[in-house]
């Protein structure tokens, strides 16, 4: 395994359309266990391959429940409406406001090329949303209700 370079705003290959996975080849599978390298490394909840170079559809999601793996991943169903802060390991350092649905149900395959259907909420139907749609070549960015923020983290008090 190895962290591959996270590619930043700007970067062509970011507004590029992904192409499906038909199978997961070894190659595939060492581009899996890469993205999850470096989106621990990188201390995100989420990384899509072209955020690492590659234009296809995979997506690997953390929350803090462990890893999921996601590969030519839909979005099905969304409801209810959820409006806060939200961030990408290709933008470092900022931040936006976002409105996302509060609940997803998407459909997806797995490492062993199985369709599963999954759910989230809150945060996890957030983090669904963006990283499918970075298979298709867009950036929360273009959502942003004013703009982009700072990440500035609070010093603790002595
Ligand atoms: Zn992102």
């Known amino acids: 395994m190895a962290v591959r370079n996270i590619r ?20 595939i599978q060492e581009l899996i266990d890469d993205m999850l390298e470096t989106m621990y490394e990188a201390n995100g909840v989420g990384l899509a391959a072209p955020q690492v170079g590659v234009l296809k559809r995979v997506v690997v999601v953390d929350i803090g429940d462990g890893p999921i793996v996601l590969i030519n991943p839909r979005l099905m169903e969304s409801s209810g409406e959820q409006t806060g802060e939200e961030a990408c390991l290709s933008v470092p350092g ?9 609940h997803v149900k998407i459909e997806a395959w797995d490492e062993d090329m199985q ?8 945060l996890l139907a957030r983090a669904f949303c963006h990283e499918i749609e970075h ?4 950036m929360y960015v273009e959502k942003v209700e004013d ?8 010093e603790e008090d002595e």
């Open 8 to 27: 930043q705003m700007g970067d062509g290959i970011l507004n590029k359309k992904c192409r499906e996975i038909k199978a997961v080849t070894p190659r």
């Open 94 to 102: 900022k931040y936006g406001i976002v409105t996302r649905p509060m």
């Open 115 to 122: 369709r599963m259907e999954l759910e989230g909420d809150e």
């Open 135 to 138: 298979l298709d070549g867009h």
């Open 147 to 154: 703009g982009l923020h700072e990440a500035v983290y609070e």
